[in-house]
């Protein structure tokens, strides 16, 4: 990551100074809440993927800064909201907002946070870029919402889960990365295929995000271990386990989402590794990487072309 970073280092920088600067209120709350998650640091991928971008696209400008600071602020607000709705204790491997202030200042914050985005790219003035995100912001709560009426639904489908997983993460990297070729004033040939890769790595982190859930460790994960079991959450591995599985096995994993409990998560951690769950959320996974590696065929070869290309890898390789 910290290669691929370097590519935009400087850019970065700057991205990180303004999203400081564009924390500030008059309520100290705000500011206090919204500090301690953005310095709970995190790769900040979705806006390093809008500097990237607009590197592979020619330059970065102080449009493609400003526009990072702007998804970093929405992806910012989403977590906010999700950890009050999924009643998450911990984030980034320290307790969440809502632990330490509440669920309301959290939810609050999180609206700040939203509408500091947008005051931003009114100041931009551009009206492909605002329209864009304004169908983005909007695809992200109706996500929200229907990763909310499948929590504790066994019969939840494989179809079901990739729509949960474009509205609530794969758009809003689609949207970074499209947004650097918007900004450079490329084509819509060039906008589509960066959308297209930023839309197939969002793909590729969220399955294995999945993965790490019955693999990886809370020091690995920032959460933990078993939380998407709590929250009755049918990912793809439990999906695939329940179609797959024995009776037993099915049965053990259909009861765990009713109830969302993780009380048999080693039982259950078992059953996904035996009938090939892991395995197949992988290889799913490393489609959409090649996919959007890709969709960067056209692009001349350049370092931030590179490091897209190598940002799709590295979407794989946090699996043990």
């Known amino acids: 990551m910290q290669q691929i970073r370097s590519v935009v280092s400087q850019e970065f920088e700057a991205v990180n100074r303004l999203i400081i600067d564009k924390l500030h209120s008059r309520v100290p709350m705000v500011e206090n809440i919204g500090h301690y998650i953005v310095d709970a640091g995190g790769k900040r991928i979705r806006p390093m993927l809008t500097l990237l971008a607009g590197g592979a696209c020619g330059k970065v400008n102080n449009q493609h800064i400003t526009m990072a600071a702007v998804i970093e602020f929405i992806h910012t607000a989403t977590l906010l909201h999700d950890d009050v709705v999924d009643i998450s204790s911990l984030r980034r491997g320290r307790p969440t907002a809502n632990a330490n202030w509440g669920n309301a200042p959290s939810v609050l914050v999180g609206d700040f ?11 931009m003035g ?34 079901d889960y990739y729509q949960v997983i474009t509205d609530k993460t794969a758009v809003l990297f689609a949207a970074a990365a499209a947004s650097g070729a918007i900004l450079a004033e490329q084509d819509k040939k060039t906008i589509d295929s960066l959308y297209q890769y930023g839309l197939d790595l969002g793909f590729a982190f969220q399955l294995i995000d999945d993965v790490l859930d019955y693999q990886g460790s809370a020091e ?7 939380d998407d079991l709590s929250e009755g959450k049918p990912t793809l591995p439990l999906i695939y386990t329940m179609a797959k599985g024995n009776e037993e096995q099915a049965n053990l994993v259909r009861q765990a989402i009713l109830n969302k409990s993780n009380e048999n998560l080693t039982d259950i951690i078992n059953a996904v590794e035996q009938n090939g769950a892991i395995a197949y959320t992988r290889q799913q996974a490393e489609s959409y990487s090649l996919s959007a590696q890709k969709a960067l065929n056209s692009h001349p070869e350049t370092p931030s072309k590179k490091a897209l290309e190598q940002l799709a890898e590295l979407a794989l390789s946090r699996v043990k």
């Open 113 to 123: 946070l939203y509408t500091r985005a947008f005051q931003l790219m009114v100041e």
């Open 126 to 159: 551009n009206m492909t870029i605002m329209e864009m995100m304004a169908d983005v912001t909007n695809t992200i709560a109706e996500g929200e919402v229907l990763q909310l009426t499948k929590a504790g639904n066994p019969d939840t489908t494989e179809e």
């Open 220 to 226: 690995e994960m920032g959460k933990n271990v078993g």
